[in-house]
């Protein structure tokens, strides 16, 4: 069955230290795996994307994430956080080609102490 | 362009009503997806139009419908609501069906009483 896991319910990091959430899906196949992050009362925003190209995925707003097939991971990455980063980030995976739905984490709440 | 539109914001039903959700993807794309989010339960698909024909179900009861217009604008309803019901509803879209990237709507906040 299609899942993904996203460790840590809660993370918080200090302005300007490195931002690090976790995601480990489960597949027998290649996946498509995307993060999204989810502010206060809106939608969700895609923040990067993993589709087979290249390995390490450079998203918007300074995140990257990393797909690591021998870790069955895609851990999302900030160098340094800045106080807008505040938010929901979920970890989505979708394993069929010719369809939209996306199976999503559970998320990770992220809190910046100034 | 314009961004995803999902009418109304808020709703606020009791149980055994019926209720009917609007949204209106970006202009050119023609899949639309509904996701729940609920605390309990998280996000989780509900179901995908393309072109005006159900492309893909999540594992929700019969209850939970939708549609598709030619225009690409999509209605979810959902009859007979219970308390679970109550969620935020997301509309997604995307230019083709196929693990294109998804725009979400701002959702639809449904209260069940």
């Known amino acids: 069955a299609q899942s993904v896991t996203q460790l840590g319910s809660h993370v918080s990091v200090s302005e300007g230290a490195l931002v690090l959430l976790r995601c480990n899906y489960s597949?027998?196949?290649?996946?498509?795996l995307f993060w999204y992050v989810q502010y206060p009362n809106q939608g969700l925003q895609l923040l990067l994307k993993?589709?087979?190209?290249?390995?390490l995925v450079k998203g918007i707003n300074g995140f990257e994430a990393e797909f690591k097939k021998s870790e069955t991971s895609f851990h999302l990455t900030k160098p340094s956080a800045h106080m807008s980063d505040a938010a929901e980030y979920f970890c989505?995976?979708?394993?069929?080609?010719?369809?939209?739905?996306?199976?999503f984490g559970t998320g990770t709440r992220l809190t910046v102490i100034p | 362009k314009a961004g995803v539109t999902q009418t109304p914001r808020y709703l606020i039903k009791t149980r055994g009503q019926q209720v009917t959700l609007s949204c209106s993807p970006i202009?050119?794309?023609?899949?639309v997806s509904w996701y729940q989010q609920t605390p309990g339960q998280g996000l989780q698909f509900l179901f995908e139009?393309?072109?005006?024909?159900?492309?893909n179900k999540g594992n929700f009861p019969g209850r939970f419908s939708g549609r598709q217009f030619s225009n690409s604008r999509s209605e979810m309803n959902v009859s007979t609501l219970e308390l679970g019901d109550s969620a935020l509803y997301l509309c997604a879209s995307s230019s083709t069906s196929g693990v294109e990237t998804q725009y979400f709507g701002p959702g639809t906040r449904l209260l069940v009483l």
């Open positions: 597949s027998s196949v290649p996946p498509y």
């Open positions: 989505a995976v979708s394993y069929q080609t010719g369809a939209n739905n996306l199976f």
């Open positions: 993993y589709t087979s190209a290249a390995t």
């Open positions: 202009s050119g794309h023609r899949s």
């Open positions: 139009y393309f072109s005006e024909t159900q492309r």
